[in-house]
C-alpha cells in the first residue's frame, strides 16, 4: 500500500503546466487511456455533462493558437492598463525581465504555443447541467494527472474561450451547437522541457479549525 501511496503523490507532485513540447506523437493507446481517465471523473447526480473534441489537424491547431494569442493579449492588456500587473511585477527588479514578461503577456504569446503540442482537447460541457463547470473540472483534473503518469505533458488553457466572443469563434468554428458550453482547450504532448516546480502556500496558511482563520496545524496533541 505504501508504494502505491507514493506513486500517487509522485504523479501530484510531478504535474506541471507545459508549453514547451517536442515532435513525438501521443499513441493512440496513451490517447485513449487519457480520455478514459476524463470519463470517469465524479459529476453531480452523474450527468457526464462533458465532451471532447480531439484535435490533431496542423491548420485547426494554429487557429486555436492565433485565437489564444487574441485572447491572452486582449486579458493582460487590459490587466495592464487597470494597473493589476503591477502586482505581477512588484518583485521582478530586473528591467530586461520585466519588459521580456511584459511583451509576452500583452501580446498573448504566453498562450500561443498550443500548436506546437501534438495533440489539442476542447473541454466542453451540457448548458442545461447547472454543475457543468464543476463537473469538467474534475475531468481536466482526471486528464491532467493521466498524462503525468504516462510521461507525458500538458497545459489548461480557458484563454481562447473566457471571452463570449472567441468563445462563439470557437464553437462556430468546430461546430460545437449553442446547448453546449466552451469551458477550456489542454495541449498534449511530450516536454520538451519540464519547468521546475512553482511555489506553493504553507498548508498553516490553507487549512482551518472549525472555523475559519483558527489555524488547524499544527495540531494538539489529543
Not at 44 to 64: C, S, T
Not at 93 to 113: I, M, N, Q, Y
Request: aromatic share 10%; with cysteine.
Amino acid at each position: 500500500m505504501s508504494d502505491v501511496k507514493e506513486i500517487f503523490l509522485k504523479v501530484i507532485n510531478d504535474r506541471r503546466s507545459i508549453r514547451n513540447y517536442t515532435e513525438e506523437r501521443v499513441s493512440d493507446e496513451d490517447l485513449d487511456l487519457i480520455l478514459e481517465s476524463a470519463r470517469q471523473a465524479p459529476s453531480g447526480e452523474n450527468a457526464q455533462p462533458w465532451r471532447f473534441i480531439v484535435v490533431r489537424d496542423a491548420k485547426n491547431k494554429k487557429f486555436l493558437s492565433d485565437l489564444c494569442r487574441r485572447g491572452s493579449g486582449r486579458r493582460f492588456t487590459g490587466e495592464f492598463l487597470s494597473k493589476q500587473m503591477h502586482e505581477r511585477f512588484a518583485k521582478l527588479e530586473d528591467p530586461a525581465k520585466r519588459e521580456a514578461v511584459f511583451k509576452k503577456l500583452t501580446s498573448g504569446d504566453v498562450s500561443a504555443f498550443v500548436n506546437q503540442s501534438d495533440v489539442i482537447l476542447i473541454v466542453i460541457g451540457k448548458k442545461e447541467v447547472w454543475d457543468t463547470p464543476f463537473d469538467t473540472s474534475a475531468a481536466i483534473e482526471n486528464i491532467l494527472l493521466a498524462v503525468t503518469a504516462l510521461g507525458l505533458g500538458a497545459c489548461w488553457l480557458v484563454a481562447p474561450c473566457i471571452d463570449v466572443r472567441d468563445e462563439r469563434v470557437l464553437n462556430e468554428y468546430f461546430g460545437i451547437t449553442d446547448d453546449y458550453k466552451t469551458v477550456s482547450i489542454i495541449s498534449i504532448g511530450k516536454p520538451a522541457r519540464i519547468p521546475n516546480p512553482r511555489p506553493r502556500l504553507p498548508i498553516e496558511e490553507l487549512v482551518f479549525n472549525e472555523k475559519f482563520g483558527v489555524s488547524y496545524y499544527p495540531r494538539k496533541e489529543s
